[in-house]
């Protein structure tokens, strides 16, 4: 559907309005039924904790990790919750 | 060399940040920086990666890439879609049929609120999420049937 025809089935005549209304939904609509899935690949760099979650992300579906000794598949990670008793490895 | 990854590597997200560690098991005998092979830990705990990994992290998720197509999603293939950065007018909507229905019910919910009828606005944000559930219903059909045994009355 063109967004035009979206116009015209509401009754509007704000293009920009209509896009900016549109993305949100889209956003709902990813947030609460993932309708597409994305996967992004990063490098894992010794002794660093924090990695940028991917540009436009809503929501997570599955983190994983290279294991280099069985093919080089991706194996998803559990996630932890909570206060961990390492806060900071200066010495990993 | 990474290895049990789905037993001893673990994340957590912080704000914009996906943290990750490893998972150090208490019995783990580490080298000191002598040389000498050392475990005084009572539990496990965590450590930050200890290794380098080329595209070692995978992240699975959903974003808001390409709303906007040149060609019509409905009648071109997913990968052959061609995202419009600048849309206007004359701009598909990157969506399935019934989901961008469910859109057209938003941008009326939009448009009633703007207008101060927030009951106009409850009923078609009824009418969007009711969409967007027909459309998530519509992929998990599941066909049940048994045999009839020889003798059952019809």
Known sequence: MKVLELMERVG????????????????????NYKDSLTATKQNIVQNQRDY???????SIHSVSVLDTEDDDKYKSIRRISGDHFVTEDTSP | MSKFVDRYWVYDIQGRKLHLWKIRRFDDNVPTTSGELFSDAKSNFLVYPPE?????????????????????PESVA??????????TESSYINLSRL???????????????KGGNIEGKEYYMRQ????????????RKVLMCGTMSPYAIR
Do not use: C
């Open chain 2, 52 to 72: 380098a990994i080329t595209n070692g992290l995978r992240i699975e998720h959903t974003s808001i890439s390409n709303p906007f197509t040149s060609n019509d």
């Open chain 1, 12 to 31: 509007s005549t704000d293009t920009n309005l209509m896009i900016v209304w549109v993305k949100d939904a889209i956003n709902i609509l990813q947030s």
């Open chain 2, 78 to 87: 997913e990968s052959s879609l061609s995202e419009d950065a600048s849309p």
């Open chain 1, 52 to 58: 940028d979650l991917p540009a436009g992300f809503v």
């Open chain 2, 99 to 113: 989901l961008t229905l469910a859109v057209v019910d938003y941008v009326r919910a939009m448009l009633a609120e």
């Open chain 2, 128 to 139: 969007f999420y009711k969409k967007a559930s027909d459309n998530e219903s519509n992929k």
